[in-house]
């Protein structure tokens, strides 16, 4: 069961290590490129930030976004924004949200997110701390993937392989960590690709942030995923 109370503590503490992390660099630095393609580190802390106030709208029964090209647009327009306003941002749109979320309310309800997703509400802080906590690696600032908590990287490896279950473009795939196993891509009696890895670089691959070289794969080639 989501315990949503949990996660909303973890997501606070996320964000105090990335601006703790963040709070290390200049503006220089910050005007950088990230490790996500065409963003610089300005434009991550940027989408940090409206990200925030953007899951507020989700809990308070707004739409997430007033349309793609505004979420885009707002990016944009505070990605160059120097160091100590981004800071000041973050942390402000993470206390706004943390205010959302300890709001009474029926965590049980029925969520609308991007392009007509659709969520449990006590999920909702759980999307917030996968936000927070890739985002810090995509940084590029010394926080890696084999630095996440146990815990966060079962739970996304588990969310990521349920989001990509039923994909007929991807084969059936067994997803190992040699304790644990997961399954995704097209449902089948037996799987027909078997992906063994350590956590970190199980959830590297799933989520794009690795090419999946560091893995074993039995039974074919290494799945092609969509884009998240």
Known sequence: MIDHAHDLACVRDATERLLTAAAELDNASLAAPSRLPGWSRGHLLAHIARN??????????????ASAEARNADIERDAPRPLDVQLADVRESAARFQEAGAEPADWTRTVELRNGVTDSAARVPFRRWVEVDLHHVDLGVGY?????????????IDFLTQRFFGNHDIPAT????????WSTGREAAEPEVTVIGRPADLLGWLSGRRDGAELEVQ??????????
């Open 52 to 65: 925030a106030d953007a899951l507020v709208n989700v809990l308070q029964g707004r739409p997430m976004y």
């Open 174 to 181: 067994r997803v190992t960590d040699g304790t644990r196993a």
């Open 219 to 228: 039974g074919g080639a290494l799945p092609k995923l969509p884009p998240l």
């Open 144 to 156: 890696e993937l084999e630095d996440l908590s146990g815990e966060f990287t079962e739970r996304e």
